[in-house]
């Protein structure tokens, strides 16, 4: 923990009180969420910026939020608790803005079945979250016999109708960002890190990694300005990959997709051929209890349909859920960003039955690991959204107090067994 007081880390020298500083640890937890969830608001801001987009109000958030965990601003804990929430607001703000950054420059996603696993030649496989350092990629690639392959949060790529129509972005290769020294070190093309969430690199591929952007990793040639020459001479140099089908993924239900199908979902629930949609998404790590997500999407009755998004579903998303009339079990609205999709898909349903989302039968299981995933909850909590199972663990920083008054206000939960989950969930 770092010391607000003294600015070194608690414990260090001159530091006598371990940690705190007398300091009220509901207004430490507060600041603490508040400087998480900025830095998730951040990213998607960062985003929509390279994309031409921005907007004054969540600027000017930002400033206040970060001038206000200064140490001795200000004690009142109901002011933290409000910017806390109204971070929850910017972020929705923000991730509707790069929502519509995303669709002004790739086209409104569309549904698409995705071929996973690798083709015979050379190949590039990216990750990350950044789509314009996937079209300058496949820009620079085209006609030069080099296969281009998501990885992790790019996946979702493939339902932009100006992505996919690059014939060379083939597919999608491996699953979450932790899996990589894994699925890279069996990779024997080059790969392109383009944002966070990437693992240590192996020596046996490091030379055949690169970064750009926001991205760096020590050791890593970094990439300037969008010149991915390097990247693909690197491609034409390795050891072409071999023909490997590991399986079909679905991505692109953009929120405009399956609103297309309302009507059929809405007739599907009045009849009772749907009984209840499950939101269960969010990041992946390599903590011990992530395998409760799967477990839990197992446990999804077959009268159900799942929501994804982020890369958490790259724990469940290989296997075949089926369809109820058509309609997808599984309905992917993409990255993590692309909540906003889900949120609008929760928002429309509530409307159609008029209700409000709390009263729809929809569960929210949300997993968290960094800072966007914190965005995304405080969006959730600013919306209302109530009875949210939170895991693998509840975030430490999350104080008793602060702690009671998500449980009291919001019904939060941390996960638990699945089963027993399940069953209350499903009433
Ligand atoms: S969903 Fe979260 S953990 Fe996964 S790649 Fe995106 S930011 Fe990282």
């Not at 020298?13 to 507060?30: A, E, R, Y």
């Not at 951040?42 to 390279?50: D, L, N, T």
């Not at 206040?64 to 140490?71: C, D, K, P, S, V």
């Not at 969006?379 to 430490?396: C, E, F, Q, W």
Request: hydrophobic share 40%; charged share 20%.
């Amino acid at each position: 923990m770092f010391c607000y007081q003294c600015e070194q880390a608690a414990g260090g020298t001159g530091c006598t009180k371990v940690g705190v500083c007398g300091k009220d640890p509901d207004i430490q937890s507060l600041q603490d969420t508040l400087i998480f969830g900025l830095k998730g608001i951040a990213a998607y801001a960062y985003h929509s910026k390279e994309l031409g987009k921005s907007d004054p109000e969540v600027d000017a958030f930002m400033h206040e939020a970060l001038f206000a965990t200064l140490t001795n601003v200000d004690f009142d804990l109901k002011r933290y608790i409000d910017l806390v929430l109204k971070a929850g607001k910017m972020n929705l703000k923000t991730m509707e803005m790069l929502n519509d950054a995303h669709v002004e420059r790739f086209g409104a996603p569309t549904p698409a079945e995705v071929f996973a696993g690798t083709k015979p030649g050379p190949g590039i496989v990216v990750t990350g979250h950044d789509l314009l350092d996937l079209i300058e990629l496949l820009k620079q690639t085209e006609g030069k016999g080099i296969n281009i392959y998501t990885h992790g949060e790019m996946l979702p790529s493939h339902g932009y109708p100006e992505l996919r129509k690059y014939k060379h972005l083939v597919g999608h290769y491996g699953t979450a960002w932790q899996n990589q020294r894994k699925e890279f070190d069996e990779f024997s093309g080059a790969m392109l890190i383009t944002t966070n969430c990437v693992m240590i690199p192996k020596e046996s591929y490091k030379d055949r990694m690169f970064t750009c952007g926001i991205a760096g990793v020590a050791g890593v040639e970094h990439l300037e300005g969008r010149d991915f020459s390097k990247v693909i001479d690197k491609a034409l140099k390795s050891e072409p990959l071999k023909e490997n089908k590991v399986g079909t993924l679905n991505t692109g239900f953009h929120y405009t997709a399956v609103l297309g199908l309302a009507d059929k979902i809405i007739d599907a629930v009045k009849a009772g051929k749907i009984k209840r949609f499950f939101f269960i998404g969010g990041c992946d790590g390599a903590k011990p209890g992530r395998n409760y997500f799967s477990k839990i999407a197992e446990l999804v009755p077959q009268d159900c349909v799942i929501l994804t998004a982020a890369c958490g579903k790259f724990r469940f998303n290989y296997n075949d859920f089926g369809t109820i009339d058509g309609i997808p079990r599984l309905v992917d609205t993409g990255q993590c960003n692309d909540c906003y999709s889900a949120v609008k898909i929760a928002l429309a349903l509530a409307e159609a039955f008029k209700c409000s989302v709390n009263d729809l039968p929809l569960s929210f299981v949300v997993s968290w690991y960094e800072q966007k995933a914190v965005a995304i909850l405080l969006t959730l909590l600013h919306l209302g959204v109530k009875n949210i199972r939170l895991g693998p663990s509840l975030p430490a920083f999350v104080s008793p107090n602060v702690l009671n008054f998500l449980v009291e206000n919001y019904n939060i939960m941390p996960t638990g067994d699945p089963e027993k989950d399940m069953a209350d969930m499903l009433g």
